[in-house]
């Protein structure tokens, strides 16, 4: 049997408020002393809405208390599987209290042989055919981050003190903007890496490492990681690549995609956007999945403006345009199949037969033809100016 720390975090928390205020230090005090040499539970938190795959810690009145933090969590797991239990039991070995932290030392005849969270078939199965958003220049730094790092480490015996100092300098880089990429390839890159680090005996920039994958998690519910989806998601304007390929989508195409993501994710994009990077985050999904799912929303809300409202009612939209061309516009019958070719890259085949017919009854013209396209493009119905 070997011994594992496993590090409680987010002390005081949920059971503990009815008895511990967080404004009454000596009553926390009181718990902390009285925690010491206690037994603590552990198991994964299957009421969590956001982390399936959270790790929470129940104390010896049966309280939930806490997290297993999330650099350790996968340790818990593996030494759960490895027991064919689903719980681990262990005492309070460290408390402290300054940091609102408790180390819980479990024995365990476990291997100490990490497993890295795979990547799920279930979301590769996922099928997105909708145009895809430019790579940012976050993302793009970070690929080359990552290559230089691994590639600088494999050359460690050669370093002078200028490639030290660089190297921390480009470590220094890398932690500043790798929480802002939340696929799971990245989550597992910082895992792999900090243990690298560790092993290298570079235990300052391990710990920064470490930080950083909990500030990914922390700063996806309420913080800057957030802040930077969301943004992204609803920024997409003129200029944009998903502008440019506007012409060739159906968003109502596009969405019934988004609505087959797993977990019903899009579901809470359009209810529950506060909590949405956060569940992202937490579910782990590959990052080329994650960047076709993102750009799939990003589209669905440049062409509705920010509206989400409109998703419900798409179908009468349709239509809604349609008869607003064809009762209010008047189009040349020379630039008919212009007309109807735009409908038909936009999936609108009902409404481009519709027009077609209102057409061939009709010989007015719209002088404006471009200005009636951009309309059906954008899926949307505003007034087109005669010339």
Known sequence: MATFDLHIVALPYLDLKPWFEASDTERIAAFYDEAMGRTFTFRVSEANNVDVKAVIAYDWKGRRVGYVKDSERMMALAMMSHSGRKSLRGRVAVVNAEHKC???EVQSDWDGKLFEMGLDETFLKWHYSGPMMKETEEMESLCFMMDEIDERLEEMELWTETDWADFHDLMEN?????????SAEMINYRK???????EKGMKELAFKVELENGRAGSGSKAGDVKDYWLHLLTSQGKGSRLYAEREKYCVADIENELKEFPDNLYNTWVNKSEQFVAKVYYMHIPKQVLWGFLSGIAFVEMMRGGDQGASVSIEEEKDHFTEEVINTYQFDTKKMDIVRNVLDKVGWKKQSARLAEWMRENSTSLVNIEQAQDVIAKGGVKNVNNN
Do not use: G, N, S
């Open 174 to 182: 890398f932690c500043r903007v790798t929480k802002l990429d939340i």
């Open 102 to 104: 408790l180390t819980v």
């Open 192 to 198: 792999q890496l900090t243990r690298k680090l560790e």
